[in-house]
């Protein structure tokens, strides 16, 4: 399974982006989704996942009310829309997915096997 994360870049305090995760190698459907964010230096933290079906979504406090997750299967393809950026919101953005079927958005890391390379995220003050 292979991942490619894209839509990150530079963007002013307020603004928005979206993020897309396509899958190439297996389809999405049935299986979780999640987005992850790493700042150099600190440990890579959840930010929000998605389920199988789409029905049921999770987020990091930070990101209630500002980002929405969202998957098209037809597409083989998850977004994350990030809206009202704030400069902390600046990260490497990873994408993952898990090998096994799970009913609700996993945050754990240990629950996704598969990983994208990351897109740059970076929000001017």
């Known amino acids: 399974v292979q991942l490619q994360a894209s839509g990150g870049g530079l963007v002013q305090a307020g603004g928005s982006l979206r993020l897309s995760c396509a899958a190439s190698g297996r389809t999405f459907s049935g299986y979780i989704v999640g987005w992850f964010r790493q700042v150099p230096g600190k440990e890579r933290e959840f930010v929000a996942a998605?389920?199988?079906?789409?029905?049921?979504?999770a987020y990091t406090d930070s990101a209630k009310g500002r980002f929405t997750i969202s998957r098209n299967n037809a597409k083989n393809t998850v977004y994350l829309q990030m809206n009202s950026l704030k400069p902390e919101d600046t990260a490497v953005y990873y994408c993952a997915t898990s090998s096994g079927r799970y009913y609700y958005p996993e945050r754990t890391q240990d629950k996704y096997a598969y990983w994208g390379q990351g897109t740059l995220v970076t929000v001017s003050s």
């Open positions: 998605i389920s199988g079906s789409g029905s049921s979504t």
